[in-house]
Structures are given as C-alpha cells and as structure tokens.
C-alpha cells in the first residue's frame, strides 16, 4: 500500500498575533508543524508498521520547511517531497487541493491521509476538495483507520449522528481528527537517521505544472485585510466561602445577566 | 437579487435552530430564500422549513438518505442550488455541513468559506468575516466567483421570530451517486441527550474534575439544568469523557446564552470553541487559571465543593 501525507507550516496558535494595518505582524511569530497533520503522519506510520505501507509525505508552500519534514522523517516517513514555489503563498484552499491532485496523480497512491484542517486557517476544505477532484471517496473527521484488504479500509468518523463506521474502496481520501492517535515523540535514533534523508524539493514547474493550471491566478476568494478579534474581558471573580460566594454569583447570573 | 439556499440542519429528525438563524439572515440581506432538507424522513418538516423563513422547501427524501453519507448529501444538495438557481449556499455549523461544503462548492465551481460569522453583498461584491489561527485573527474575505458556498459558524446570527416564509415544497428525486465509501454502521449518540451546538446552556468538564465521579458529579448539573454536556480535551484524552463532547477548535463550536466551564484551566484551543457563549461562568481552584480572563463571572474555589452548592442554589431558585 502507498501511503500519502500532507504536512503544512503554521503559525503556533499559542502564541500571540499582532495585527496592524490589516496584516498579520511577523513580529513574535514561531512556525510548527500542523497538530492534525502530525496526527496524518502518525497514523500513516501506524499503517507502515502494521500493513508494510510506503509512506511518503508531503509538504506545499514556499520557504524553509526542513525542520517539519525531518521531525516526520524521524517519526518514520520514508520519503518527503516539498513543493516550494513563492506564488504559493496566497493560494487558496481549490489551488492547494490541485497541487495536491499532481503530486498524488505522479506517484499511484492509495491512500491519501490529511489532517481535518490547518491550525492557521482553519478551513478544512482541501483534502475533501482533492477526493472531489481526483473523483474518489472521502471521509473527514476521522479517528481510527483498519486495513481490510488491498483495496479496502475500514474507517470510524465522527458524525453529526454518533461514529459512522465506513467501508471505504481504494484509493481513498481520509481526513483525520486528533482523536486518532497520540502522534510518537522521535527516538534519537529516528532524528540521527532523519537528518541523513534526502528531501525532494521542487517548484510548480517541476511538479510539471503551474500556479494557472492550478488555478492560482484565478483564486475562488481572497482574503482582503486581517482584523484583531475582540477580545473578551475578564469580569466578576469571587474568592471566599464557597456557600456565599456561590450564592451570590447564582443570583447575578438570574438578576443581572438573566441567563438562569 | 441573490437567491440564498439554506441546507437544513436536522439531527435525529429533529430541525436544529441554525436553519432558522441562517434563514432569518438571509433574508435581512433582502435575498431570496429556499431550503433543502436531505434525509430519510423529512417531508414533514415541511412546514417548519416555511415558517423558519424559506419560501421555497426543496425535499430529498429516501430511506438511503436516513444516515448521513458525505457524497449523496452533497450532490443532493447541489441538485437543489441548481434546480433554485443560487447563488449561494448555506450550511450551519455541523460535520454534515464541514464535509458537505467543499464537494458542494467544486461541483457548483463556487468559492468555498467555512466558519463564518458575517457575510456582506453590495451589488456584485460579496465579502465575508471569519475567525482564524484559533479565533486570534480574523479575515476578511473577497467572494471572485458568481457562486459562494460558505459554512456559518454557530451563534454568528439570531433567528427573527417574525419572520416566516410561504410553504411551496418541490420534491427532489434522490441523487445516483455512486459512493466509494458505504455506511455499514451507525452508533448513535445517547438518545435524549441535549445538542450541545443547540443548547441554550453548556456545562462542560475539565481536568480539575479528576475522575469519573467528578465527571457525574458536574454532569448532575448540567442536567439539573436541561443543558448541553460538554468537555476540555483533556477528559477525551484521559478516556472520561466521548471525543463528540469535546469542546474547542478541533471539536464543537458552541455559542449558548451561559457556558459554565468547571475546572477547565481555558487552553486557546479550549477558549477557541466556546468564546461565542453570551456568558461564561468560570469554577476553577486556580485564581490565575487563563480561563478567569475570558469569564464573565468566576468563582475561585473546589469544584468538588462548589458545584453540589450550585445545584442547591440553582433547585432554590427553579422550586
């Protein structure tokens, strides 16, 4: 079975983000490895140890991206492609999903397994996008993932409803939620072994296409200007005898804010 | 004038509030307004899909329909903005929305926006607002396709209780889809228990409950109270509470009237989900604990102690 991951680069939320002038300020800012698509990668190893899968990863935007991609090699990746093209810096969730659909129809993969969304963004839409492209199933918000046989899988998501438990047909599209795994802590020997591996880097052109065939140049939206979020202040806190305190809090929920 | 589509948003046959919330703005944007109800059983909703403010109700009703699969929602729904002509169209805030929005928009070849809060149309431009990085920033957005499909972040707009709709239902017939990826099993939800994206009050649970008797204990509150049960993710992760009741940016957006958060320390990630409540009462034994900075009210103290008070101040006032 070949396996295909997809990490981005995103700002840590932890963090605080400075807006000025409808930008987000790069001052302060520190770079990980997307916490859902750390979950992709764990769950693809998962299947490399288990089912004999190659697994290869990849990672799309511009700029350096070594350090997430060796910390992956070091979880146990066998091999990372970075597409690295500046005029991915603005793409929009339809151009990334295209990009996506190059690489996956470049390397006859079976299974393509993403995070539910990017931290950053938070939009969740490419790794569905990209089933809807390629015109092969999909399912999001997934938390466990068995091998069936060669071409099936047999997955659990978490629906409106309850767990849906799916039998899915390769080649698949599976988005995965952090309920899936607790992604491994690299051992030493993984992170000597990470720093050795090659990292395949190429731009759009060599990828064989460009940011118009993916629709780059034509953006479905853009995002015109970053505004801070209100942020909401802390109120009343009351300390002192439990049996008061509550009392008294109970009665301004009823009286003054009337939501009780 | 811009015809908005509305996906109903049904859970257990039951319509959930965000259908009239969604409908209620659409037609304060002056649009004109239709709904489209997929499912086993949802003819019936006919009228309620009228007077929640849609003129016309698209039904696509099939007993294959009865249990969500992403592919034949979607193209069900497609059916309908192109049957109603659209030029939007609109999910709340549910995984059927988040997994049904993006085929939606590539099959309509229209832009795709989830979790939005606001949306403005002048003329032909079209914008929308919606948070992002954990609710730390948010985007403006320019719409550059005629067509924009958008999910609506939970609580972003209210229902006008005066408004409603005429009843008009055209019947659909059910999509052929062929689906790589078949339900074979659903295990529901506890039947009875309050939706926590449709609770009008959330109590959840964070590590400070330690156990399983803090979880029954804090759960006794939310039910004294007919509210919605949610959780930190560190009671998911320690195994006491169901992933589907965890609350923040991987889990659900909540945005009831009061958010009672009982010994949760506020994680941005936590804060993230739950900062669209109106009110947020805070039980933490930690005074510095980050969620104080967000909570309306807050008590510093055991919640072990606090929360049996609660429930006896609360009976008081309730008898």
């Known amino acids: 079975m070949k396996i295909l991951t997809t990490v981005k680069k995103v700002v840590d939320v932890e963090l605080n983000i400075h807006v000025e002038n409808g930008a987000i300020l790069d001052k302060g800012l520190q770079y990980v490895i997307n916490a859902w698509d750390e979950n992709a990668v764990e769950a693809a190893v998962q299947l490399k140890e288990s089912h004999k899968a190659d697994t290869t990863l990849v990672s799309l935007g511009s700029g350096d991206n070594t350090d997430i991609i060796r910390k992956c090699y070091a979880m146990g990746i066998d091999n990372a492609i970075h597409i690295d093209d500046p005029a991915l810096a603005k793409a929009d969730s339809p151009t990334f999903a295209r990009v996506l659909q190059k690489v996956y129809e470049a390397g006859d993969y079976d299974l393509v397994i993403t995070g539910k969304q990017a931290q950053d963004t938070d939009a969740g839409q490419a790794g569905i996008m990209l089933a809807q492209f390629l015109n092969i199933p999909c399912v999001s918000n997934v938390i466990k993932i068995e091998v069936t046989d060669d071409s099936h899988i047999q997955v659990s998501r978490l629906g409106d409803a309850g767990t849906e438990i799916l039998d899915v047909t390769l080649p698949a599209v599976i988005t995965v939620s952090d309920g899936i795994n607790e992604p491994r802590l690299p051992a030493m020997r993984g992170i000597m072994m990470a720093k050795k591996k090659k990292i395949n880097v190429m731009d759009l052109a060599g990828l064989g296409t460009s940011f118009e065939d993916v629709g780059g140049t034509a953006p479905t939206s853009e995002i015109v200007e970053f505004m801070p979020t209100e942020k909401r202040k802390g109120g009343q806190k009351f300390e002192g005898e439990p049996a008061e305190v509550t009392a008294k809090v109970v009665d301004l929920l009823v009286n003054e804010a009337k939501v009780l | ?319």
């Open chain 2, 1 to 319: 004038m811009t015809n908005i589509l509305v996906v109903a948003d049904i859970k257990q046959g039951e319509l959930k509030g965000s259908t009239a919330e969604l409908l209620s703005k659409a037609r304060a944007l002056g649009a004109d307004t239709a709904v489209v109800a997929v499912g086993g059983q949802v003819k019936d909703l006919a009228d309620q899909l009228a007077a929640a403010g849609s003129d016309t109700q698209f039904i696509v009703e099939d007993a294959s329909l009865e249990i969500f699969s992403a592919n034949p929602f979607a193209a069900a729904v497609v059916k309908a903005a192109n049957e109603f002509n659209a030029d939007m169209v609109w999910f709340g805030f549910s995984e059927t929305g988040k997994a049904a929005a993006p085929r939606v928009a590539v099959q309509l070849e229209a832009a795709c926006a989830t979790e939005i809060i606001d949306v403005t149309i002048d003329g032909d431009a079209v914008q929308i607002i919606r948070p992002a990085i954990a609710n730390k920033v948010l985007q403006k957005v320019k719409v550059n396709t005629p067509k924009l499909v958008a999910v609506v972040r939970a609580g972003a707009f209210e229902a006008d209780p005066e408004i409603a709709g005429k009843e008009n239902v055209v019947a659909l017939d059910p999509p052929e889809t062929d689906t790589g990826a078949k339900i074979k099993e659903l295990i529901s939800d506890a039947s009875g228990e309050i939706d926590l994206t449709d609770a009008d009050i959330v109590v959840s649970v964070g590590r400070g409950a330690k156990d399983q008797t803090g979880v029954d204990m804090v759960k006794a509150l939310a039910d004294d109270l007919a509210a919605g049960f949610g959780s930190s993710r560190a009671m998911v992760d320690a195994g006491l509470m169901a992933h589907n009741k965890q609350v923040g940016q991987t889990g659900k957006i909540v945005a009831p009237s009061l958010y009672i958060a009982v010994g949760i320390s506020g994680a941005i990630q936590h804060l993230a989900g739950m900062n669209g409540s109106k009110v947020i009462l805070a039980v933490n034994k930690d005074p510095e604990a980050p969620i104080f900075n967000v909570a309306d009210f807050g008590i510093v103290g055991d919640l072990f102690d606090v929360v049996p008070l609660l429930k006896e101040e609360i009976k008081k006032i309730r008898a």
